[in-house]
């Protein structure tokens, strides 16, 4: 039997509802302060890259649309970054458990600088395609290498927490850069003369806030390997023997992401086209929705011990279901909005913890090979239905494309809740739920 999943015994003893809040709050600030030094300085890289990516991650798809690009070469490039991050991730995942993490980290936040302003600075289709390629193999390497480092830096007590804290920065990072971006393009347009200049300008400043990271990286202390990690391989006898688990957690994370690639990099040039919104508009919808998704993300370890992870993840994501439906059918600005902050609140909250259920399921020396399958199974998708949703749009509209997700997500859901609903047992004091056992093929 692996770890328990984080059960503290006096949550019996609270009543009431405010009581109950101030013991989560205490509960939750308690293992806060027990992340180690080296947890929190990659979660402040974490959080400036983080802000460079919602920079691109808001402002990218209007900037090509302004050079002229249409919705199908804009789903092209930002599937693009995808292909390099699906082509690099089981190989950066080997590389990672055998050499010190320091060296690779600050290497890759260099070249990953150098590509994002390739991406930036060009105008023909094929060199954005080729920067965007080798953008995405360089970031490849800090998000394969971020579950076996927290799982190396932190023990079974906190680890639930670390994981949904980790995801709640890259929110955090995610308000600050989005509200910044839009602001700025306007004011970087005005002294620049030119729209174009003004988005080319943002996203460079959101690579110098990106480059910030690799003085935290630089501040890490080396954290070795175990024997375990350095024996991950990529075999057939490792296949053969966990690849019905593998394929598992793989294929719903596939289907999630494949109808994610659909309709999600589109949000922003949905509320711009349907409703007309300015850029600075958009970045406050941003905003507002990552902020619903920070405050689902501190409540996944809450919900994780009352109902288990898996039920956390399966509950949250059909939860998210009619709000997505909402936006595919709505005339409304404000209902829109409203279904958009809470569909991503709902959506979101889950996935930290099948992060920590995927790393919980796994041995120390396969845990770099999960991390990185999940990284695949997700970018892959996102790579094959980002193309595809760019031109479902031009042709069909929004609506299509959005059921489209919808049934993606619900068999994702589904799927998800059949292979792994008996692997969580509740633990016996009541407070908690424990991985019950470890799936072989």
């Known amino acids: 039997m692996m770890q328990s999943i984080d059960i503290d015994k006096s949550t019996r003893q609270d009543s009431g509802p405010q009581r109950h809040l101030g013991h989560e709050l205490r509960h939750y600030w308690y293992h806060v302060r027990q992340f180690s030094r080296n947890a929190r300085l990659y979660l402040l890289a974490a959080f400036l890259l983080g802000v460079n990516y919602e920079f691109f991650q808001l402002l990218l798809n209007l900037y090509l649309k302004e050079l002229g690009f249409g919705e199908s070469n804009i789903g092209l490039i930002n599937s693009s970054r995808a292909v390099g991050m699906s082509l690099m991730a089981i190989p950066a995942a080997i590389i990672l458990s055998r050499i010190n993490l320091k060296p ?3 290497a890759s936040g260099i070249l990953f600088a150098i590509f994002s302003v390739g991406v930036s600075s060009n105008e023909p289709l094929q060199l954005i395609l080729i920067f965007s390629v080798l953008s ?8 394969v290498a971020a579950g076996p480092f927290y799982m190396r830096n932190s023990t079974s007590e906190e680890r639930t927490h670390l994981f949904s804290f980790s995801f709640g920065v890259l929110l955090l990072a995610g308000m600050v850069g989005s509200l ?4 700025l393009v306007p004011l970087m347009s005005e002294l620049a003369g030119d729209s174009i200049l003004g988005y080319r300008y943002t996203l460079y ?3 110098a806030i990106g480059m910030l990271a690799l003085i935290p990286f630089a501040m890490l202390k080396p954290t070795p390997a175990s024997d375990e990690e350095r024996r991950i391989k990529v075999t057939r006898e490792q296949f053969r023997r966990r690849g019905t688990f593998y394929f598992k957690i793989s294929f719903s994370n596939f289907l999630i992401g494949l109808g994610a690639g659909l309709i999600i990099p589109f949000l922003n040039l949905y509320f711009r086209d349907k409703f007309g919104l300015s850029t600075s508009t958009i970045g406050f919808f941003y905003f507002c929705t990552i902020l619903f998704m920070f405050a689902g993300t501190l409540a996944g370890p809450v919900l994780a011990r009352r109902y288990g992870l898996v039920r ?4 949250t994501q059909l939860l998210s279901i009619p709000f997505m439906l909402t936006l595919a059918y709505t005339q409304v600005l404000w209902i829109a909005f409203a279904a958009y902050v809470l569909r991503a609140g709902l959506m979101n909250i889950g996935v930290p913890v099948a992060t920590n259920f995927g790393m919980e399921m796994s041995s120390r020396a396969e845990q770099g090979l999960v991390n990185a399958l999940l990284m695949v199974s997700w970018t892959s998708s996102w790579m094959l239905s ?6 479902l749009i031009e042709q069909y509209g929004y609506t299509l494309t959005f059921n489209i997700t919808i049934v993606l997500y619900i068999l994702s859901t589904l799927f998800y809740f059949w292979s792994f609903k008996g692997v969580e047992k509740r633990g016996d004091d009541k407070a908690g739920w424990a991985i019950a056992e470890q799936e072989e093929a």
């Open 180 to 183: 910044t971006a839009g602001r």
């Open 312 to 315: 956390t993840i399966v509950f």
């Open 205 to 207: 400043l959101g690579i």
């Open 104 to 106: 690779v980290l600050i």
């Open 386 to 391: 980002t193309a595809v949703g760019g031109r």
């Open 136 to 143: 995405g193999m360089t970031f490849a390497f800090s998000r």
